[in-house]
């Protein structure tokens, strides 16, 4: 884990990291914008800048249009029908009891189970009783054999695993980044996992689904937290048990997801913890050394890290971490464990001393460095984006979940994901036949202008009322449906 075995060292260690990070930002202070420092009740306070907005230009917007304009028109189940002829997802659901199945176009059944789930719309739209493989009954049961979190994880994993190969899709990251934020879903029937939230839920009750969405726009986790409990405590859970063979090192959430303990948590495993700063009421900044001169900076830095503490836990902040690490300890259960009835325990205490030396580094550089901030914005606008065409996706029963247990609240939504991410492969298959045709129009599609682009377009998506499932044989061996002729 490459973590000092002894305590005294490790509080070097700190100690040298810490003070780099403030030389860097002292170096950086006289020509960054991203923060000022202000006098408020007689004491110098950091007052974060909000970042400015990128404006559009005309050439980009006509890029994005004629982009919009080539893309192919397609109802959703021929969507679905064409990825799957492109990677055999179907292939990941297999019955609860058998390796293999005797039924006829089981394919066709589970997609339509895909669709019926993510758009929250029950099998009755999409039942055929003339055709064998739409029954009622025969979806119901595919349903309740093939379709669970084990084989809808092996799916998602898949499509993965295919999209990171598109060369589109290395144009907007490496993996290497990654969002984490919660999109709420009111629920009607009384459930055990709901809780109430006027903001979010008016008079109703909710959950929220934490999902987790790379630099490359796809989703690789996603879990249901009951409410709108407080999303730090199951975001390094989800960071740690993600299944999906991708293996990102940093992590953005919003503030929602800000704690000291978490900072601590993600230091230690060896993770970089990006949350995103709004706080323009003055910026706490915490130092090791208290002669030390910071410049600029040495009134807004005189809190001082106990460093006391975390020497006297150092063994056990060990045992936490290589318990995480090995996944011997759920990361969730650990986060509450370590706040008994709110408030830390010993260990808890020493972990927040420790998780202090990182949030100052962070905000260090988020104060001084432009492209760090807009870099954690942009990752952030992402995963809202993928919100948005989620949201559009999930319109049955005007977007309310009515699953009343954990189980079906997570296949349902884990589905929702799936047909997510089966929509930004598709699109970034097109995109890249749309960037040669405009290449050929004498459009400049250099990497800064793809860059600009986004998978999740869904303009050009129907995903009401049309629900015919059947292969179109012309998309054989890879072959793609022509582009639109605007």
């Not at 739409?134 to 054999?145: C, E, F, I, P």
Request: charged share 25%.
């Amino acid at each position: 884990m490459e973590l000092p075995s002894s305590s005294v060292e490790a509080i070097k260690q700190l100690e040298e990291e810490l003070s780099l990070s403030y030389n860097e930002t002292i170096k950086k202070w006289p020509h960054s914008e991203m923060a000022r420092i202000e006098k408020q009740d007689n004491k110098d306070k950091i007052i974060v800048s909000k970042l400015r907005k990128v404006r559009e230009h005309k050439e980009d917007k006509k890029f994005k249009n004629r982009v919009k304009a080539l893309m192919p028109k397609i109802d959703l189940p021929d969507l679905l029908l064409e990825v799957n002829q492109q990677l055999d997802l179907t292939s990941c659901f297999h019955h609860i009891n058998e390796s293999n199945t005797r039924m006829d176009h089981i394919d066709i059944s589970v997609l339509a189970v895909l669709l019926a789930e993510a758009c929250n719309i029950g099998f009755s739209p999409i039942s055929k009783e003339g055709i064998e493989s739409l029954k009622y009954d025969r979806l119901m049961y595919v349903n309740h054999q093939y379709v669970r979190l084990d084989t809808l994880s092996a799916t998602n994993k898949k499509l993965i695993s295919a999209y990171k190969k598109l060369p589109t899709s290395l144009v907007w990251g490496n993996n290497q980044m990654a969002s984490a934020d919660g999109i709420r879903y009111t629920t009607p029937q009384r459930s055990l996992y709901s809780r109430s939230n006027p903001k979010y839920f008016g008079r109703g009750r909710g959950i929220t689904f934490y999902n987790f969405v790379s630099d490359q726009y796809i989703g690789f986790h996603g879990m249901v937290v009951p409410g709108t409990l407080r999303d730090s405590l199951y975001l390094l859970d989800g960071f740690l048990n993600q299944t999906s063979g991708l293996e990102p090192k940093q992590i953005m959430t919003d503030t929602a997801g800000y704690s000291d303990l978490v900072f601590g948590l993600f230091g230690l495993l060896g993770f970089q913890f990006s949350p995103r700063i709004a706080n323009n009421h003055g910026t706490k900044l915490w130092r090791i050394d208290l002669t030390a001169d910071y410049k600029m900076l040495n009134e807004v830095s005189q809190n001082k890290i106990n460093t006391a503490r975390i020497e006297k836990n150092w063994s056990e902040i060990l045992r936490v971490a290589g318990s995480l690490k090995s996944g011997k300890v759920n990361a969730t259960e650990l986060t509450k464990a370590l706040q008994r009835n709110g408030q830390p325990t010993e260990l808890g205490k020493a972990i927040i001393e420790y998780g202090k030396v990182y949030k100052t580094k962070h905000q260090l550089r988020y104060i001084s460095d432009e492209i760090y901030a807009r870099q954690i914005l942009e990752q952030l606008n992402k995963g809202e984006a993928r919100h948005t065409l989620c949201r559009h996706i999930f319109y049955g029963k005007k977007g309310k979940l009515y699953q009343t247990y954990i189980n079906g609240m997570e296949e349902q939504l884990t589905a929702l994901s799936i047909v997510t991410n089966a929509i930004i492969y598709w699109n970034t298959l097109y995109l890249e036949r749309v960037i040669d045709q405009m290449r050929a129009e004498g459009f400049d599609c250099s990497e800064e202008k793809i860059n600009k682009l986004s998978p999740l377009l869904f303009e050009h998506i129907n995903f009401v009322g049309k629900y015919s499932f059947r292969y179109d044989p012309s998309l054989k061996n890879g072959h793609l449906r022509p582009l639109s002729s605007q």
